[in-house]
Nanobody, 124 residues
Framework: QVQVVQSGGGLVQSGGSLRLSCAAS????????IGWFRQAPGKEREFVSA????????DSTDSVKGRFTVSSDYAKNMVYLQMNNLKPEDTDVYYC?????????????????WGQGSQVTVSS
């Protein structure tokens, strides 16, 4: 069974940087896509970025392109979300998730394993 454990997050000033980490484990993890989502109170979970171990999927939503970078360390089964030039509107709870690789990787319902969430707060 695939599991993910995330770490990172915190409080940073506008323009600052943070890195989120996601440790993925399980016998079949190589066939999964790892996604990052974020959610504000009362709002739907929003796609941020996703990556596969083979690299055939590496994508981010337009609002973070050029600022956020998703990457993976194949040997360590780790996925990272490097967030630079953070803005107050990036303030959310961020989730790492794993799902069977699919072209619909931007949809939260395609993921069946979720991390515990990490608060990211960007002050102006």
């Amino acid at each position: 069974q695939v599991q993910v454990v995330q770490s990172g997050g915190g409080l940073v000033q506008s323009g600052g940087s943070l890195r989120l980490s996601c440790a993925a484990s399980g016998r079949t993890v190589r066939s999964y896509v790892i996604g990052w989502f974020r959610q504000a109170p009362g709002k739907e979970r929003e796609f941020v970025s996703a990556i596969t171990w083979s690299g055939d999927i590496n994508d981010s939503t337009d609002s973070v392109k050029g600022r956020f970078t998703v990457s993976s360390d194949y040997a360590k089964n780790m996925v990272y979300l490097q967030m630079n030039n953070l803005k107050p509107e990036d303030t959310d709870v961020y989730y790492c998730a794993a799902g069977i690789k699919t072209l619909r990787f931007k949809l939260p319902r395609m993921y069946d394993v979720w991390g515990q969430g990490s608060q990211v707060t960007v002050s102006s």
